[in-house]
């Protein structure tokens, strides 16, 4: 029982580059969501799935793209990576939306350079 | 902009020393979570308040949610080594429900 598994780790990106964060819940939840997380700044939501099928933008959605696969997949895709998008990556689910608690994934730490 | 603010953003204390941490939004929140992260690792969920001036008991931490349900506190009594890390509160509004708002979360730490 993996719980939420974020794939890759770590990444290294040039500026322009385009690459694809993996996220697989093996919980059954209906939720699912991206955040980003800087020094200072929080949990900052990406993109939000409240269940498959749906996407929904978050606060800072420019510069993404998501796909909700399936009831357990949901990746995150930077199309053409800037730096300013060097941050910690949190893939999160939940039960519900909003009401039930979220179980966050291992995180992905992107540096684009 | 910050849909819910957090303070203090950090918060040095020695050890046994009691530690709070606030949470406000400018709009009624249909309920507050309240997330730990220790040092490099990821968020994890602590407790959940729905009711207006609801207040839940974890050992020696305390949480309330006020009465108009706008504001939220974690309260932790005689802190230990083991309580460092950094303390998020997350809200959602019944407008937005799938959103969870986090606060820019409060970062301990407990000197021995």
């Known amino acids: 029982n993996a719980g939420v598994t974020q794939t890759p780790k770590f990444q290294v990106l040039k500026t322009g580059q385009s690459m694809t964060l993996q996220c697989a819940q093996d919980?059954?939840?209906?939720?699912m969501y991206w955040y980003r997380q800087d020094p200072g700044m929080g949990l900052r939501l990406i993109y939000y799935?409240?269940?498959?099928?749906?996407?929904d933008k978050g606060e800072v959605p420019n510069g993404y793209n998501v796909s909700r696969l399936n009831k357990r997949e949901f990746s995150l895709r930077l199309e053409s990576a800037a730096p300013s998008q060097t941050s910690v990556y949190f893939c999160?689910?939940?039960?519900?939306?909003?009401?039930?608690?979220?179980?966050f994934g291992q995180g992905t730490r992107l540096t684009v350079v | 902009g910050q849909q819910v603010m957090q303070i203090p953003q950090y918060q040095h204390v020695q050890e046994g020393e009691d530690f709070t941490t606030y949470c406000n939004s400018s709009?009624?929140?249909?309920?507050i979570q309240w997330y730990k992260q220790r040092p490099g690792g990821h968020p994890v969920f602590l407790i959940q308040?729905?009711?207006?001036?609801e207040v839940k008991k974890q050992k020696r931490l305390t949480f309330q949610f006020g009465e108009a349900k706008k504001n939220s506190s974690l309260h932790i009594t005689a802190t230990q080594t083991t309580d460092v890390g950094t303390y998020f509160c997350?809200?959602?509004?019944?407008?937005?429900?799938?959103?969870?708002?986090f606060g820019r979360g409060t970062q301990l730490t407990v000197w021995p």
């Open positions: 999160a689910t939940a039960w519900r939306r909003g009401d039930t608690e979220a179980f």
């Open positions: 919980m059954n939840h209906n939720s």
């Open positions: 799935s409240a269940s498959e099928g749906t996407t």
């Open positions: 709009t009624t929140l249909s309920n």
């Open positions: 308040l729905v009711k207006s001036g």
């Open positions: 997350a809200g959602t509004r019944g407008s937005t429900l799938g959103r969870l708002y």
